[in-house]
């Protein structure tokens, strides 16, 4: 069998895990078999297999979760004519899924229209194991992350508990005035009082409305699968909650904002990778995830401009790249895809893979751009501290070739206790900080409205936001004003040139 050329292959080689792997819909995928070379022509094509296999099973379950029950049988029917016969068991899928995804099979005998998910659940812990088995099987196949998995079942446990607690055992029980119960339940744990007697911790605003935005996911699903006859009437609206930040309202201009010679001092001591992510953040608002997903096609590298939907609310935005900022972007961007001009990501992490990414082999969650800040950061605190409290730095006596082993051990032993008392100081320093990567944005955004407010918007245009009440400054005639503030920014923090 001929030998595949590196060019034509659609996997890349994993040199630590000794796998081939792919990275798709924002995760990386490491496929089986293990333990193998990059040469090994075989197991290429066995991982291609699997990965086709895998991919199919991802692109099924994400078709089966954004579309009702009927239309999406329809659909995954003429996929599965199109491709070869998947093993649907191998990937781990439960019953009532392998049911759904097997879809001549499933509406074979059935009266049109209708489908088989399996056994009705009539009890809510068993709808609840029903849901967590479903979101394990979309986890197997690598359509959701496995933190993703454990935040699902965690809140999905949360509610059959008490279900349990207060004798709501049946899913016929399940209707709005169940739901509203759980709400105000949940409402209630923001009081550290009551959620002690409850004997649970209490929960902030951003936990209670995760809480109920899940229930909501596990009702919904539990409808489409035909578990629940008819869906409560206030289900809609469950989570839409506006919960005041009293913490965040209560914070000081201090631990809200960096000042201008914090960023500079910062942008002095980073290295040429951090100088980007620091003025990406002031000159243009960007978070960690504005600046992974930047992709060639958003820039226009004649005139400096960036225009995008922005990732978290797709709302336009639109920013004029400061000339330090255009020059280093360009020194550190990818070169375009040659099959595909203008497409894929502008920057990438030194193992070619995005700056932000979910692995499948690990809950947590790829940060590239954190990592880096968070070094910078502990430089800095390090100097600071060297500064203020030199002592912690010298040592009473140095080695020399005239002392005792006794003499050298102690020295060691005094070199450790100083390390100790240093790296807590930094923690302890670390840990009184609560402006983050992020804060560099809140303090470009702080800039103008204080500039530029008295109702201008500009501050809400340069974050992306996308209210009705600024509708009218996305007009590109108004782009001018924004780009005039943007300039201002710059001379502000004296890093444009």
């Known amino acids: 069998m001929a030998r595949i050329a590196a060019e034509e292959r659609q996997l890349s080689y994993h040199e630590k895990g000794r796998c081939w792997r792919k990275f798709y819909r924002g995760k990386m995928h490491y496929l089986d078999p293990r333990g193998i070379s990059k040469s090994d022509d075989?197991?290429?094509?066995?991982?291609?297999?699997?990965?086709?296999?895998?991919?199919?099973?991802?692109?099924?379950?994400?078709?089966?979760?954004?579309?009702?029950?009927?239309?999406?049988?329809?659909?995954?029917?003429?996929?599965?004519?199109?491709?070869?016969?998947?093993?649907?068991?191998?990937?781990?899928?439960?019953?009532?899924?392998?049911?759904?995804?097997?879809?001549?099979?499933?509406?074979?005998?059935?009266?049109?229209?209708?489908?088989?998910?399996?056994?009705?659940?009539?009890?809510?812990?068993?709808?609840?194991?029903?849901?967590?088995?479903?979101?394990?099987?979309?986890?197997?196949?690598?359509?959701?992350?496995?933190?993703m998995l454990i935040e699902y079942e965690h809140n999905a446990r949360f509610f059959g508990e008490w279900a349990t607690q207060t004798g709501t055992i049946h899913t016929d029980s399940i209707d709005s005035g169940c739901l509203e119960r759980y709400r105000q339940f949940i409402l209630r744990l923001k009081n550290p009082a009551f959620a002690k007697r409850a004997e649970t911790a209490p929960l902030g605003r951003l936990t209670i409305r995760k809480r109920l935005a899940r229930l909501k996911s596990l009702i919904e699903w539990a409808y489409e699968t035909e578990q629940l006859a008819m869906l409560p009437r206030n289900l809609k609206g469950l989570a839409k909650l506006r919960l005041e930040n009293h913490e965040e309202a209560e914070k000081t201009a201090d631990e809200l904002f960096w000042t201008v010679e914090e960023v500079r001092e910062l942008f002095a001591a980073a290295t040429q990778r951090t100088k980007l992510y620091i003025l990406l953040a002031v000159n243009c608002g960007y978070t960690q995830t504005d600046i992974a997903t930047l992709r060639h096609a958003h820039i226009d590298w004649q005139t400096g401009v960036i225009s995008r939907p922005r990732h978290k609310t797709k709302g336009k935005q639109v920013h004029k790249l400061w000339p330090s900022t255009l020059e280093l972007l360009k020194a550190e961007a990818t070169k375009p895809d040659k099959k595909q001009q203008s497409s894929g990501l502008v920057l990438l992490g030194e193992n070619r893979l995005p700056l932000l990414y979910h692995s499948d082999t690990t809950t947590s969650k790829q940060d590239t751009i954190r990592l880096a800040f968070s070094v910078l950061l502990k430089s800095q605190i390090k100097k600071r501290l060297r500064e203020s409290s030199p002592e912690l730095f010298k040592l009473a006596k140095r080695a020399s070739s005239t002392m005792s082993k006794e003499q050298l051990n102690e020295i060691k032993r005094e070199q450790k206790r100083r390390a100790d008392q240093i790296d807590a100081a930094i923690k302890e320093a670390l840990a009184n900080e609560s402006r983050t990567f992020k804060s560099f944005r809140k303090t470009s955004a702080n800039l103008i409205e204080r500039q530029f407010g008295d109702g201008s918007k500009l501050a809400d245009q340069f974050l992306g936001h996308t209210q009705k009440a600024t509708k009218r400054f996305y007009v590109d005639s108004h782009y001018e004003s924004l780009f005039t503030a943007i300039d201002w920014l710059g001379e502000q923090y004296g890093l444009a040139e």
């Not at 979760?65 to 599965?80: F, W, Y």
């Not at 009532?96 to 059935?110: H, K, P, W, Y």
């Not at 489908?115 to 009539?122: E, H, S």
């Open 42 to 147: 075989a197991s290429y094509r066995q991982a291609l297999r699997n990965w086709e296999q895998k991919k199919l099973a991802i692109d099924l379950e994400e078709a089966s979760q954004n579309a009702p029950s009927t239309i999406t049988a329809l659909r995954l029917a003429e996929t599965i004519k199109r491709l070869p016969t998947p093993d649907l068991e191998s990937l781990g899928l439960d019953p009532s899924t392998i049911a759904a995804l097997n879809v001549e099979a499933a509406m074979r005998g059935q009266p049109e229209g209708s489908l088989n998910f399996g056994p009705r659940q009539t009890t809510i812990a068993g709808l609840v194991d029903a849901y967590i088995s479903a979101k394990r099987a979309l986890a197997n196949a690598g359509a959701i992350s496995r933190q």
